[in-house]
Protein backbone atom coordinates (compact mmCIF):
# COMPACT_ATOMS: atom_id res chain seq x y z
CA UNK A 1 0.00 0.00 0.00
CA UNK A 2 1.04 3.44 -1.02
CA UNK A 3 1.71 5.35 2.14
CA UNK A 4 3.54 8.61 3.70
CA UNK A 5 5.39 6.84 6.69
CA UNK A 6 8.19 9.19 8.91
CA UNK A 7 10.61 7.01 6.10
CA UNK A 8 9.44 8.83 3.43
CA UNK A 9 8.63 12.46 2.56
CA UNK A 10 6.04 14.18 1.17
CA UNK A 11 8.51 15.39 -1.73
CA UNK A 12 8.99 11.86 -3.02
CA UNK A 13 5.57 10.23 -1.96
CA UNK A 14 4.05 13.67 -4.62
CA UNK A 15 6.80 12.39 -6.89
CA UNK A 16 5.72 8.52 -7.37
CA UNK A 17 1.88 9.69 -7.81
CA UNK A 18 3.12 12.03 -10.24
CA UNK A 19 4.84 9.11 -12.15
CA UNK A 20 2.03 7.27 -11.55
CA UNK A 21 -0.42 9.82 -13.07
CA UNK A 22 1.17 9.14 -16.28
CA UNK A 23 0.32 5.18 -16.22
CA UNK A 24 -3.62 5.96 -15.95
CA UNK A 25 -3.76 9.21 -17.98
CA UNK A 26 -3.50 7.41 -21.35
CA UNK A 27 -5.58 4.60 -20.35
CA UNK A 28 -8.76 4.17 -22.71
CA UNK A 29 -12.20 4.79 -21.50
CA UNK A 30 -12.94 1.09 -21.84
CA UNK A 31 -9.96 0.37 -19.81
CA UNK A 32 -10.79 2.55 -16.91
CA UNK A 33 -14.26 1.07 -16.74
CA UNK A 34 -13.08 -2.21 -15.59
CA UNK A 35 -10.83 -1.06 -13.41
CA UNK A 36 -13.28 0.54 -11.91
CA UNK A 37 -15.68 -2.51 -11.58
CA UNK A 38 -13.09 -4.29 -10.01
CA UNK A 39 -13.05 -1.23 -7.30
CA UNK A 40 -16.71 -1.34 -6.77
CA UNK A 41 -16.52 -5.31 -6.30
CA UNK A 42 -13.34 -5.32 -4.08
CA UNK A 43 -15.16 -2.95 -1.48
CA UNK A 44 -17.89 -4.84 -1.67
CA UNK A 45 -16.36 -7.86 -0.69
CA UNK A 46 -14.64 -5.85 1.85
CA UNK A 47 -17.57 -4.85 3.63
CA UNK A 48 -16.60 -7.02 6.69
CA UNK A 49 -13.15 -5.78 6.97
CA UNK A 50 -14.43 -2.06 6.43
CA UNK A 51 -17.10 -2.16 9.43
CA UNK A 52 -14.66 -3.95 11.78
CA UNK A 53 -12.25 -0.89 10.98
CA UNK A 54 -15.27 2.03 11.55
CA UNK A 55 -16.79 0.40 14.65
CA UNK A 56 -13.56 0.78 15.81
CA UNK A 57 -13.10 4.58 15.26
CA UNK A 58 -17.24 5.00 15.86
CA UNK A 59 -16.74 4.13 19.41
CA UNK A 60 -13.06 6.23 19.80
CA UNK A 61 -14.86 9.26 18.34
CA UNK A 62 -17.82 8.72 20.61
CA UNK A 63 -15.75 8.56 23.71
CA UNK A 64 -14.55 11.90 22.78
CA UNK A 65 -17.68 13.22 22.75
CA UNK A 66 -17.33 14.15 18.79
CA UNK A 67 -20.50 15.88 17.62
CA UNK A 68 -23.77 14.41 16.01
CA UNK A 69 -22.94 15.73 12.89
CA UNK A 70 -19.44 14.23 12.27
CA UNK A 71 -20.26 10.48 13.59
CA UNK A 72 -23.13 10.68 11.02
CA UNK A 73 -20.27 11.43 8.62
CA UNK A 74 -18.07 8.84 10.01
CA UNK A 75 -20.98 6.02 10.39
CA UNK A 76 -20.67 3.44 7.30
CA UNK A 77 -23.35 0.88 7.27
CA UNK A 78 -23.65 -1.91 4.75
CA UNK A 79 -25.96 -0.08 2.76
CA UNK A 80 -23.40 2.96 2.95
CA UNK A 81 -20.55 0.57 1.91
CA UNK A 82 -22.61 -0.74 -1.12
CA UNK A 83 -23.85 3.10 -1.87
CA UNK A 84 -20.30 3.42 -1.90
CA UNK A 85 -19.53 0.58 -4.63
CA UNK A 86 -22.80 1.76 -6.33
CA UNK A 87 -21.45 5.39 -6.83
CA UNK A 88 -18.12 3.91 -8.49
CA UNK A 89 -20.33 1.78 -10.71
CA UNK A 90 -22.46 5.07 -11.81
CA UNK A 91 -19.15 7.25 -12.57
CA UNK A 92 -18.49 3.67 -15.31
CA UNK A 93 -21.30 4.81 -16.84
CA UNK A 94 -20.63 9.02 -17.34
CA UNK A 95 -18.94 9.90 -20.16
CA UNK A 96 -14.97 10.02 -19.78
CA UNK A 97 -14.19 13.61 -20.44
CA UNK A 98 -10.50 13.02 -21.34
CA UNK A 99 -9.48 13.32 -25.22
CA UNK A 100 -13.26 15.21 -25.99
CA UNK A 101 -12.70 17.90 -28.64
CA UNK A 102 -14.22 21.58 -29.10
CA UNK A 103 -13.87 22.87 -32.03
CA UNK A 104 -12.55 26.94 -32.08
CA UNK A 105 -12.18 27.87 -35.28
CA UNK A 106 -9.99 27.91 -38.56
CA UNK A 107 -8.40 30.86 -39.08
CA UNK A 108 -7.58 32.90 -42.27
CA UNK A 109 -4.06 31.50 -42.86
CA UNK A 110 -5.84 28.02 -42.88
CA UNK A 111 -4.63 26.24 -39.07
CA UNK A 112 -7.43 24.44 -37.35
CA UNK A 113 -7.90 25.53 -33.65
CA UNK A 114 -9.33 22.99 -31.57
CA UNK A 115 -9.37 22.44 -27.49
CA UNK A 116 -8.91 18.86 -25.97
CA UNK A 117 -9.75 17.58 -22.23
CA UNK A 118 -6.52 16.50 -20.70
CA UNK A 119 -6.10 15.15 -16.82
CA UNK A 120 -5.12 17.77 -14.21
CA UNK A 121 -2.06 15.10 -13.56
CA UNK A 122 -1.95 14.79 -9.67
CA UNK A 123 -4.74 15.53 -6.74
CA UNK A 124 -4.28 15.50 -3.38
CA UNK A 125 -7.37 15.58 -1.24
CA UNK A 126 -7.34 16.52 2.49
CA UNK A 127 -11.01 15.69 4.04
CA UNK A 128 -11.54 14.89 7.75
CA UNK A 129 -14.20 12.13 9.03
CA UNK A 130 -15.58 11.37 5.90
CA UNK A 131 -14.33 7.88 5.17
CA UNK A 132 -16.28 7.53 1.50
CA UNK A 133 -14.47 10.36 0.04
CA UNK A 134 -11.61 8.01 -0.31
CA UNK A 135 -13.48 5.66 -2.98
CA UNK A 136 -15.15 8.62 -4.10
CA UNK A 137 -12.27 10.32 -5.10
CA UNK A 138 -10.32 7.97 -5.97
CA UNK A 139 -12.68 6.58 -8.28
CA UNK A 140 -13.56 10.22 -9.82
CA UNK A 141 -9.66 10.88 -9.95
CA UNK A 142 -8.97 7.67 -11.91
CA UNK A 143 -12.21 7.77 -14.42
CA UNK A 144 -10.41 11.39 -15.29
CA UNK A 145 -7.21 9.80 -15.55
CA UNK A 146 -5.52 11.50 -12.47
CA UNK A 147 -3.58 9.85 -9.22
CA UNK A 148 -4.47 10.91 -6.31
CA UNK A 149 -3.28 11.88 -2.32
CA UNK A 150 -5.49 10.76 0.00
CA UNK A 151 -4.91 12.69 3.54
CA UNK A 152 -7.72 11.29 6.04
CA UNK A 153 -8.01 13.21 9.34
CA UNK A 154 -7.13 10.62 12.11
CA UNK A 155 -10.99 10.01 13.46
CA UNK A 156 -11.17 7.97 10.10
CA UNK A 157 -8.03 6.92 8.84
CA UNK A 158 -8.41 3.34 9.85
CA UNK A 159 -11.72 2.98 7.92
CA UNK A 160 -10.14 4.75 4.76
CA UNK A 161 -6.87 2.20 4.95
CA UNK A 162 -9.64 -0.62 4.88
CA UNK A 163 -11.52 1.10 1.84
CA UNK A 164 -7.79 1.98 0.00
CA UNK A 165 -6.93 -1.33 0.52
CA UNK A 166 -9.63 -2.79 -1.75
CA UNK A 167 -9.13 -0.19 -4.14
CA UNK A 168 -5.31 -0.99 -4.40
CA UNK A 169 -6.42 -4.96 -5.09
CA UNK A 170 -8.19 -3.90 -8.11
CA UNK A 171 -5.34 -1.80 -9.40
CA UNK A 172 -2.78 -4.89 -8.73
CA UNK A 173 -5.36 -7.14 -10.95
CA UNK A 174 -5.26 -4.82 -13.72
CA UNK A 175 -1.12 -4.14 -13.47
CA UNK A 176 -1.47 -0.84 -12.07
CA UNK A 177 0.29 1.32 -9.76
CA UNK A 178 -1.11 1.29 -6.43
CA UNK A 179 0.71 5.56 -6.54
CA UNK A 180 -2.11 6.11 -8.32
CA UNK A 181 -4.55 6.41 -5.37
CA UNK A 182 -2.16 6.96 -2.42
CA UNK A 183 -3.28 7.21 1.13
CA UNK A 184 -1.46 9.00 4.02
CA UNK A 185 -2.16 7.00 7.31
CA UNK A 186 -0.14 9.71 9.61
CA UNK A 187 -2.66 12.45 10.30
CA UNK A 188 0.18 15.16 11.40
CA UNK A 189 -0.25 18.68 10.00
CA UNK A 190 3.48 19.02 9.43
CA UNK A 191 3.17 16.09 6.98
CA UNK A 192 0.13 17.87 5.69
CA UNK A 193 1.64 20.85 5.31
CA UNK A 194 5.00 19.79 3.95
CA UNK A 195 2.47 17.67 1.13
CA UNK A 196 0.90 21.52 -0.04
CA UNK A 197 4.28 22.60 -1.04
CA UNK A 198 5.01 19.93 -3.38
CA UNK A 199 3.74 22.35 -6.24
CA UNK A 200 6.26 20.65 -8.80
CA UNK A 201 4.08 17.54 -8.72
CA UNK A 202 0.81 18.31 -7.35
CA UNK A 203 -1.80 19.95 -9.48
CA UNK A 204 -4.79 20.85 -7.38
CA UNK A 205 -5.39 20.70 -3.74
CA UNK A 206 -8.99 19.93 -2.93
CA UNK A 207 -10.14 20.31 1.03
CA UNK A 208 -12.98 19.10 2.58
CA UNK A 209 -13.85 19.33 6.11
CA UNK A 210 -14.67 22.58 8.99
CA UNK A 211 -13.61 25.63 7.77
CA UNK A 212 -10.59 25.63 10.10
CA UNK A 213 -9.00 23.10 7.81
CA UNK A 214 -9.89 24.41 4.91
CA UNK A 215 -8.74 28.22 5.27
CA UNK A 216 -4.58 26.49 7.13
CA UNK A 217 -4.54 24.77 3.52
CA UNK A 218 -5.71 28.10 1.87
CA UNK A 219 -3.28 30.23 3.89
CA UNK A 220 -0.10 27.17 3.22
CA UNK A 221 -0.87 25.80 0.15
CA UNK A 222 1.94 26.12 -2.58
CA UNK A 223 -0.59 24.51 -5.04
CA UNK A 224 -4.00 25.60 -6.36
CA UNK A 225 -6.73 25.01 -3.56
CA UNK A 226 -10.42 24.88 -4.25
CA UNK A 227 -12.51 26.90 -1.42
CA UNK A 228 -15.29 25.90 -0.14
CA UNK A 229 -15.51 27.03 3.93
CA UNK A 230 -18.70 26.52 4.65
CA UNK A 231 -22.74 25.44 3.14
CA UNK A 232 -24.78 28.26 4.82
CA UNK A 233 -28.30 27.64 2.65
CA UNK A 234 -31.10 29.35 2.87
CA UNK A 235 -35.00 28.92 1.66
CA UNK A 236 -36.72 32.16 0.98
CA UNK A 237 -40.63 31.54 1.14
CA UNK A 238 -41.75 34.39 -1.22
CA UNK A 239 -45.17 36.20 -1.45
CA UNK A 240 -46.14 34.02 -4.02
CA UNK A 241 -45.09 30.40 -2.82
CA UNK A 242 -47.59 26.97 -2.42
CA UNK A 243 -47.25 26.99 1.26
CA UNK A 244 -48.03 23.42 1.46
CA UNK A 245 -44.22 23.03 -0.90
CA UNK A 246 -42.82 25.57 1.35
CA UNK A 247 -42.99 23.42 3.90
CA UNK A 248 -41.88 20.17 2.34
CA UNK A 249 -38.78 21.67 1.04
CA UNK A 250 -38.08 23.27 4.14
CA UNK A 251 -38.68 19.90 6.31
CA UNK A 252 -36.05 18.15 3.76
CA UNK A 253 -33.64 20.37 3.97
CA UNK A 254 -33.34 20.67 7.03
CA UNK A 255 -34.62 17.71 9.33
CA UNK A 256 -33.61 14.83 6.22
CA UNK A 257 -29.69 14.63 7.34
CA UNK A 258 -28.88 17.96 9.03
CA UNK A 259 -25.63 17.33 9.65
CA UNK A 260 -24.34 17.95 5.42
CA UNK A 261 -23.40 20.86 3.59
CA UNK A 262 -26.57 21.34 1.79
CA UNK A 263 -28.64 21.16 4.63
CA UNK A 264 -31.08 24.60 5.34
CA UNK A 265 -29.26 26.36 7.72
CA UNK A 266 -31.58 29.65 7.52
CA UNK A 267 -35.43 30.28 6.37
CA UNK A 268 -36.47 33.73 4.83
CA UNK A 269 -40.39 34.15 4.83
CA UNK A 270 -42.39 36.98 3.30
CA UNK A 271 -44.01 39.13 6.02
CA UNK A 272 -46.83 38.47 3.95
CA UNK A 273 -46.52 34.87 4.56
CA UNK A 274 -45.54 34.76 8.08
CA UNK A 275 -49.29 34.13 9.96
CA UNK A 276 -50.62 31.80 7.61
CA UNK A 277 -46.99 29.89 7.44
CA UNK A 278 -45.06 30.41 10.63
CA UNK A 279 -47.42 27.93 13.02
CA UNK A 280 -47.30 25.28 10.33
CA UNK A 281 -43.42 25.80 10.68
CA UNK A 282 -43.64 25.86 14.26
CA UNK A 283 -45.73 22.53 14.60
CA UNK A 284 -43.63 20.73 12.14
CA UNK A 285 -40.59 21.59 13.91
CA UNK A 286 -42.25 20.67 17.87
CA UNK A 287 -42.79 17.18 16.12
CA UNK A 288 -39.01 16.94 15.17
CA UNK A 289 -37.61 18.79 17.31
CA UNK A 290 -35.47 21.42 15.72
CA UNK A 291 -34.50 24.40 17.99
CA UNK A 292 -34.89 27.76 16.21
CA UNK A 293 -33.29 31.12 16.31
CA UNK A 294 -35.72 33.51 15.60
CA UNK A 295 -35.62 37.56 14.70
CA UNK A 296 -37.75 39.69 16.87
CA UNK A 297 -41.11 39.27 14.59
CA UNK A 298 -41.27 35.83 14.21
CA UNK A 299 -40.06 34.30 17.42
CA UNK A 300 -44.06 34.70 19.01
CA UNK A 301 -44.61 31.99 16.72
CA UNK A 302 -42.25 29.72 18.34
CA UNK A 303 -42.09 27.97 21.77
CA UNK A 304 -38.81 28.02 23.52
CA UNK A 305 -37.07 29.98 20.27
CA UNK A 306 -34.26 31.70 20.87
CA UNK A 307 -33.84 35.56 19.68
CA UNK A 308 -31.10 36.31 17.32
CA UNK A 309 -29.70 39.50 16.51
CA UNK A 310 -30.17 41.10 12.96
CA UNK A 311 -25.99 40.91 12.55
CA UNK A 312 -26.06 37.32 14.22
CA UNK A 313 -26.88 34.92 11.04
CA UNK A 314 -25.06 33.18 8.63
CA UNK A 315 -24.42 30.31 11.01
CA UNK A 316 -23.79 26.76 9.97
CA UNK A 317 -25.85 24.88 12.30
CA UNK A 318 -25.07 21.43 11.06
CA UNK A 319 -27.80 20.23 13.54
CA UNK A 320 -31.42 19.97 13.89
CA UNK A 321 -31.18 23.83 14.65
CA UNK A 322 -32.35 26.77 12.11
CA UNK A 323 -32.46 30.55 11.89
CA UNK A 324 -35.66 32.84 11.02
CA UNK A 325 -36.10 35.93 9.10
CA UNK A 326 -38.83 37.88 8.29
CA UNK A 327 -38.45 39.72 5.50
CA UNK A 328 -40.35 42.70 3.42
CA UNK A 329 -39.76 41.29 0.18
CA UNK A 330 -37.33 39.41 -2.46
CA UNK A 331 -35.16 42.47 -2.41
CA UNK A 332 -34.89 42.19 1.39
CA UNK A 333 -34.25 38.27 0.92
CA UNK A 334 -31.33 38.39 -1.54
CA UNK A 335 -29.83 41.58 0.11
CA UNK A 336 -29.66 38.75 3.33
CA UNK A 337 -28.27 36.43 1.39
CA UNK A 338 -25.35 38.90 -0.03
CA UNK A 339 -25.02 39.57 3.42
CA UNK A 340 -24.79 35.90 5.11
CA UNK A 341 -24.99 33.45 2.55
CA UNK A 342 -21.69 31.26 1.70
CA UNK A 343 -22.19 30.91 -2.18
CA UNK A 344 -23.25 27.20 -1.63
CA UNK A 345 -27.07 26.53 -2.41
CA UNK A 346 -29.80 29.09 -2.31
CA UNK A 347 -33.84 27.97 -2.66
CA UNK A 348 -36.74 29.95 -3.35
CA UNK A 349 -40.33 28.71 -3.51
CA UNK A 350 -42.99 30.72 -5.59
CA UNK A 351 -45.07 30.60 -8.12
CA UNK A 352 -44.53 33.89 -9.89
CA UNK A 353 -41.31 33.19 -12.58
CA UNK A 354 -40.58 36.79 -13.06
CA UNK A 355 -39.58 36.38 -8.99
CA UNK A 356 -37.86 33.07 -9.74
CA UNK A 357 -35.78 34.77 -12.70
CA UNK A 358 -34.87 37.69 -11.04
CA UNK A 359 -33.52 35.42 -7.25
CA UNK A 360 -31.45 33.27 -9.94
CA UNK A 361 -30.33 35.93 -12.22
CA UNK A 362 -29.15 38.18 -8.93
CA UNK A 363 -28.51 35.57 -6.14
CA UNK A 364 -24.72 35.07 -5.82
CA UNK A 365 -24.18 30.87 -5.33
CA UNK A 366 -22.75 28.14 -6.95
CA UNK A 367 -26.24 26.76 -6.98
CA UNK A 368 -29.11 28.11 -7.42
CA UNK A 369 -33.10 26.73 -6.99
CA UNK A 370 -36.51 27.16 -7.88
CA UNK A 371 -39.01 24.60 -5.65
CA UNK A 372 -36.80 21.98 -5.44
CA UNK A 373 -34.58 21.21 -2.44
CA UNK A 374 -31.74 22.05 -1.56
CA UNK A 375 -30.95 18.93 -1.00
CA UNK A 376 -30.37 17.99 -4.84
CA UNK A 377 -27.43 20.17 -4.39
CA UNK A 378 -25.06 17.24 -4.68
CA UNK A 379 -22.72 15.95 -7.46
CA UNK A 380 -25.17 12.55 -7.91
CA UNK A 381 -28.30 14.25 -7.53
CA UNK A 382 -26.99 16.67 -10.65
CA UNK A 383 -25.76 13.82 -13.25
CA UNK A 384 -22.19 14.42 -12.09
CA UNK A 385 -21.77 10.90 -10.12
CA UNK A 386 -19.55 10.49 -6.72
CA UNK A 387 -18.62 13.94 -6.17
CA UNK A 388 -15.00 14.64 -5.31
CA UNK A 389 -16.13 17.93 -3.33
CA UNK A 390 -17.92 21.66 -3.70
CA UNK A 391 -16.25 24.43 -4.99
CA UNK A 392 -17.55 27.98 -3.75
CA UNK A 393 -14.59 29.93 -4.96
CA UNK A 394 -15.21 30.87 -8.99
CA UNK A 395 -12.04 29.61 -10.56
CA UNK A 396 -12.26 26.57 -13.11
CA UNK A 397 -15.40 24.97 -11.29
CA UNK A 398 -18.30 26.44 -9.23
CA UNK A 399 -20.18 24.21 -7.72
CA UNK A 400 -20.67 20.08 -7.37
CA UNK A 401 -17.69 19.22 -8.71
CA UNK A 402 -17.75 15.53 -10.76
CA UNK A 403 -15.33 14.83 -13.43
CA UNK A 404 -14.97 17.39 -15.91
CA UNK A 405 -13.59 19.64 -13.25
CA UNK A 406 -11.07 17.13 -12.53
CA UNK A 407 -9.63 17.81 -16.42
CA UNK A 408 -8.56 20.97 -18.14
CA UNK A 409 -8.44 21.79 -22.03
CA UNK A 410 -5.36 22.76 -23.81
CA UNK A 411 -5.22 23.94 -27.31
CA UNK A 412 -4.24 21.89 -30.48
CA UNK A 413 -3.18 23.48 -33.43
CA UNK A 414 -3.09 21.98 -36.87
CA UNK A 415 -1.74 23.09 -40.11
CA UNK A 416 0.00 22.15 -43.72
CA UNK A 417 3.39 24.31 -42.81
CA UNK A 418 2.09 27.51 -41.98
CA UNK A 419 4.72 29.94 -40.34
CA UNK A 420 4.23 33.30 -38.80
Known sequence: MSTLSLGTSAASLAAQAAKAAKAVAHLSTEQKNYVLQSMANAIRSATPAILKANAAELETAQSNNTSAAMLDRLTLTPERIDAMAAAIEQIIHLPDPVGSKRFIEERPNGIRIEKRRIPLGVICMIYEARPNVTADAGALCFKSGNAVILRCGREAIQTSLAIAKAMHQALAEHSLPEEVITIVPDPDRQLMLDLIQQDQFIDLVIPRGGE????????????????????????????????????????????????????????????????????????????????????????????????????????????????????????AAMA???????????????????????????????????????????????????????????????GPMGLEALTTERFVVTGQGQTR
Not at 269 to 288: G, I, S, T
Open 212 to 331: GLIRFVTDNSRVPVIQHFKGVCHLYVDQSADLNMALELLLNGKVQRPGVCNALECLLVNKHQAADFLPMVAEAFRAHQVKVHACEYSIGYFDGAEPIAAGDFGQEYLAPEIAIRLVDDLD
Open 336 to 398: HIDQFGSYHTEVICTQDQASADTFINQVDAAVVMHNASSRFSDGGELGLGAEIGISTSKLHAY
